[in-house]
């Protein structure tokens, strides 16, 4: 088999994104909706029969040579290997199931042509950053997934608020992204490459400090995409766009994108001890600082949002603990689960006819369709790590990471891990007490939900609960496929004494439990919701976009009007301004002697002749 036709798992979604875009609108609508969900499955598809070539040192190929210069030429080529494969499969495959969910959950929508176009265009950039050898083909995907961010997350852009939320993402993922420029450029600087392979290959020549240097700069990129601290003030307002673009950001693209560009430069960052705990530390404070605001938000997706942004923080320490495959694993059990939990939070705002806030819901368990509350609750069982569900399984492998790394301080964030899962079962809890349990407070969920909206749930369900099994340990009797699956990529061994295995994974029972017991006691029977200090300091997630406001906003603005008015306004255009009033006037005087008379310039001649006649004879004297 061709290696070249690896390309098609990349192009198929972009074709399909380029036709939907040129001729969407004028196709009937079954053909555009067709043709979008076409190329991703064929992505999908692809990927599984191309699964072999990922074996061993994996596959590259070429397409031709991208970029040309003296000693310099970088192709457009792509690499599939373990790591790329496993990434691969799973954007393709959940964003299959997000696309058949987005046929029915925007089935009334006029402008169906820009939206599918957008969401093919968004896969497709993902799948190069995944698939891309060298870092200039995964800057162009990194760069596309913000672009594609922008115009789903302001879709409706009709409202301000929804506007102002896609700029509001971009503008601050592209703080990021400078950072990783600068990263990759000095990448280049040293080595004379962008492949990866190679970068990783010569990492260890370079010297300690720059690695340090490097790491941090490539920390900040992955903070941008990933909404980390303190890169992450986007994640929450980007909410405002249609739930299957949720679905799709916090699962399949955008937000995991940071994990698996530290993921795929871990043999140059892990040579930095200092980089490692950065990554460690952004980590654990960004999911402790998440899961504090989640427990006091109002919106369901909101909750979601910042639940995502905690569960990614779980991830990042997972690779500053050195453990590639339990980050991976983590990953892919959140890709499932948290698809499942906005595609469910869809059907629920559907059904409660649009309404986002949770203290006007409730009684959806009894009124509402069965298998949305099973659906919803099997992504919050794996969400909350409750026994034998997936994400237990991925959470309790980080934890242990933590617990077992050599260096001391890993327990501290340790113990940030453990409370945040506490945290995190009891704002889970809350979401299904709020939405689920008790009577409808002042809707009644009469609306009927598509066909397209609930049947995709139920694979992602099975995922959820059953995607521990990918890398089960040993000590569940599992062989941890994915970490042998990685190789040499999977980091660190995890070394632990059955006995310690045991106590955490105890210890991680009993932190569920206790989060359920917190939330039943607290919203098992629904009480207004409570309005102090705290409360509202957790609802604006801690101040962060009024700091940013303070700190940066205000001043890059105090700047920019003293750059208008006080430099361009006062200097700039006054001089000029100035110039051409004292032109215009000297223009006036002279105009005065233009009067038409011939009287006038022949005496004007005269005079001038006189004048010269008497500057030649003074000449003539001296």
Known sequence: MNQSLLFLIPLLPL??????????????????????????VAAFLLTILFWGYADGEGTRASLGTWLAAVGVEIPFALYFDALAATMTLMVTGVATLIHLYAVGYMHEEADYARFFGLLNLFVFAMLAIVLADNL?????????????????????????ENANAGTKAFLVTRVGDVFLAAALLWLFALTGTLTIS????????????????????????????????????????????????SALIHAATMVTAGVYLLCRLFP????????????????????????????????????????????????????????????????????????LLFMAA????????????????????????????????????????????????????????????????YQLFWGIGALTALLTAVYTFRLVYLVFAGEPREHSHSHELPGLMRWPLWPLALLGLGGGLINLPPLFGGHEWLSHRLGALAGREIVAAHGTEWLLAGLATVLAALGWLVARWRY??????????????????????????????????????????????????ATLDGLARQTTACGERLRAVTTGRVSTYLAAFVWGFLIILGGFLLALVR
């Open 524 to 573: 098992g029977r629904f009480a207004p919701p409570r309005d102090n200090r705290v409360s509202r300091f957790l609802l604006r997630g801690w101040g962060a976009d009024a700091a940013v406001d303070l700190l940066v906003v205000r001043p890059f603005t105090a700047m920019a009007r003293f750059c208008f008015i006080g430099c361009d306004r006062a200097l700039v255009d």
């Open 346 to 409: 869809g059907c629920v705002i559907h059904l409660a006819g649009n309404e986002n806030d949770l203290f006007r819901m409730g009684g959806l368990a009894k009124r509402g369709p069965r298998d949305v509350f099973w659906a919803f609750l099997a992504g919050a069982v794996c969400l909350a790590g409750l026994p034998l569900t997936g994400g237990f399984f991925s959470k309790d492998g980080i934890l242990l990471a933590l617990f077992s790394h050599a260096d001391p301080v």
């Open 198 to 245: 190679t970068i990783n290959a010569q990492a260890s020549t370079i010297s300690p400090e720059v690695v340090i240097a490097l790491t941090l700069l490539l920390l900040l990129g992955a903070c941008g995409k990933s909404a980390q601290l303190p890169l992450m003030t986007w994640l929450a307002d980007a909410m405002a766009g249609p739930t299957p673009v």
């Open 268 to 339: 140059l960052i892990s040579l930095s001890s200092v980089g490692m705990l950065a990554i460690t530390a952004v980590g654990a404070l960004t999911a402790l600082y998440a899961a504090t605001c989640a427990l006091a938000q109002r919106e369901i997706k909101r909750v979601l949002a910042y639940s995502t942004m905690s569960q990614v923080g779980f991830m990042f320490m997972a690779v500053g603990a050195g453990s590639v495959a339990g980050a991976m694993f983590h990953l892919i059990t959140h890709a499932f689960f948290k698809a």
């Open 15 to 40: 074709v399909c994104a380029v036709l939907i875009m040129l001729f969407g609108m004028r196709l009937p609508r079954l053909v555009t909706e067709t043709l979008a969900v076409s190329g991703v």
């Open 136 to 160: 200039l083909v995964l800057f162009l995907g990194w760069e596309g997934v913000g672009l594609c961010s922008y115009g789903l997350i302001g879709f409706w852009y009709q409202k301000a």
